[in-house]
């Protein structure tokens, strides 16, 4: 229980110390947490365009918001936590790096909808969290709905030196693509592998970009994969 007395003391000091909330409150914040994760989760599957790793990125978001929502609830109400919360979290580093930046977007997401219902204000949380999920999808469907194809290209050149390779490769497929993006690049000894995320208009641009490529690296092995149509599950 907590102290009226002390309570008293704290909020002249330091301000209004909101009430400790009870087991089924937050319960109710958990459930409903977890039901905006598991949207969240399914967007990110079904609307990224990251090609590996996303169902186990997915299936990190859930507990992610379910965390924030456990430590904003204890935190809020507790001067004495939130200020040896403070510095218990700046000694925690993360090692493994977010490699692509549509990842941070879905992980900020998700620790701003665990800080909202955490914070006890759920229905604002819950609009915005599903107005922005509406919204981004509505901009992915438009943007695959274009004629553009949202492709990742992999080239693979036996037999050619690294040497101003990659610099005439990448021109090449530039040429050809609406937007050209070098993801990976890997050299062997006798040969290279370059991989791009790529906008191709169309079929016949498709045809225009692998007759260049053949015709510029005999040699090359020419992969396009579509990652639209990747399972999402």
């Known amino acids: 229980m907590q102290d ?18 009870s087991v089924v409150g937050l319960l109710g914040l958990l459930a409903l947490g977890g039901a905006l994760s598991i949207v ?9 365009s990251t090609l590996a790793n996303r169902s186990d990125f997915a299936q990190v978001i859930p507990f992610i918001v379910l965390t924030t929502i456990l430590i904003i609830s204890v935190v809020k109400s507790q001067l004495a936590l939130s200020l040896g919360m403070v510095g218990a979290l700046s000694i ?13 977007a879905y992980l900020f997401l998700a620790l701003a909808t665990g800080v909202g219902l955490g914070a006890n204000q759920w229905h604002t949380t819950s609009v915005a969290v599903v107005a922005i999920l509406a919204l981004m999808a509505m901009l992915k469907s438009m943007r695959r709905g274009d004629g553009a194809k949202n492709l990742y290209l992999s080239v693979d050149i036996a037999g050619t030196p690294a040497s101003g390779s990659l610099q005439r490769l990448s021109a090449l497929v530039g040429e050809h693509a609406v937007r050209c993006d070098l993801r990976r690049y890997d050299v062997r000894e006798t040969s290279i592998e370059a991989t791009y995320l790529t906008d191709v208009g169309g079929t016949e641009a498709l045809d225009r970009l692998t007759d260049a490529l053949r015709t510029t690296f005999p040699s090359a092995a020419v992969t396009f994969l579509d990652q639209s149509r990747l399972p999402n599950w």
Do not use: M
């Open 4 to 21: 009226p007395q002390l309570l008293s003391d704290i909020s002249n000091e330091f301000g209004p110390v909101a009430p400790e909330l």
């Open 92 to 104: 925690v580093r993360f090692r493994t790096p977010i490699k692509e930046p549509e990842e941070l």
């Open 40 to 48: 969240t989760a399914w967007h990110f599957r079904r609307f990224g």
